[in-house]
């Protein structure tokens, strides 16, 4: 791949990181408003694509570590397993989630409770 073509893909990585994750904006509006908004902005840039190398090294990293244990010809291949166990994953964060949002609530319920018994 050529260095201009390089570039044109992380451009467009950029725009499209930017443009589709307008919370990250608004987080990071605050910094921007400084004299040092340049390097807080190519900082965040930089720091976003390390969360992107890190993130397709471990996709690779993965698909290649499944490969050598497993064959292609068989049913369970490497994308089966990696989808297998990034479900299981997200249902366990899931779950998580939801048990701290319930054991919240309960918290909030028991407050009002004994706020109404002190008065």
Sequence with gaps: MSTGAWVALCGIAVVTK????VDDIAWMLPYMKTLEWPVNAGL???????VVGVAV???YGGREAVQSVLSDDGYWNS???L???SGVLLTGYAIYLFYDWYTEE???VEEAVSYTHLT
């Design 18 to 21: 930017l443009s589709s994750s």
């Design 44 to 50: 965040y840039v930089l720091l976003m694509e390390c």
């Design 57 to 59: 090294a471990l996709s």
């Design 79 to 81: 994308e089966r397993v």
């Design 83 to 85: 989808s297998l166990v």
């Design 106 to 108: 309960e918290e909030v």
